[in-house]
Nanobody, 121 residues
Framework: QVQLVESGGGLVQAGDSLRLSCAAS????????MGWFRQAPGKEREFVIA????????YYADSVKGRFTISRDNAKNTVYLQMNSLKPEDTAVYYC??????????????WGQGTQVTVSS
C-alpha cells in the first residue's frame, strides 16, 4: 500500500506559477504510476496529468498541455506538479493518485487528501 500527502496549494493570481508536491509513504514508490486529478466546485473529478513509474513517459489533459509538467524523484518518494500560466479555470482541489503498474488508470487505487488551488482573475 501507499499513502499520499499533497502540499503546495494556495491562492495565486492568473498568470502565476505554483508547484504541488505529493509525498508517498512506503518503499515501493517506483512501482507506482503517479498522477494528478482535480475537482472544481460542482464538477466531476477529472484527469490532469500522469507519469510512468520510471518517469520516462508523461500524459497530459489537453487543457494543461504546455502549461503543466509532472516529474518524480523516486529517491525522495515524491511527485511534483509544476503549474505555469495559471488560469481561473484551473481553480480546483488537486488530488495526487497512484496506481501499481505502468500507467495511471481512470480510477486509481490510491488517493491523497487533496490540496486547494485557487486562481484569481
Amino acid at each position: 500500500q501507499v499513502q499520499l500527502v499533497e502540499s503546495g496549494g494556495g491562492l495565486v493570481q492568473a498568470g502565476d506559477s505554483l508547484r504541488l508536491s505529493c509525498a508517498a509513504s512506503g518503499r515501493t514508490f517506483s512501482s507506482y504510476a503517479m498522477g494528478w486529478f482535480r475537482q472544481a466546485p460542482g464538477k466531476e473529478r477529472e484527469f490532469v496529468i500522469a507519469i510512468s513509474r520510471s518517469g520516462g513517459s508523461t500524459y497530459y489533459a489537453d487543457s494543461v498541455k504546455g502549461r503543466f509538467t509532472i516529474s518524480r524523484d523516486n529517491a525522495k518518494n515524491t511527485v511534483y506538479l509544476q503549474m505555469n500560466s495559471l488560469k481561473p479555470e484551473d481553480t480546483a482541489v488537486y488530488y495526487c493518485a497512484a496506481d501499481p503498474g505502468k500507467s495511471i488508470s481512470t480510477t486509481p487505487g490510491y488517493w491523497g487528501q487533496g490540496t486547494q488551488v485557487t486562481v484569481s482573475s
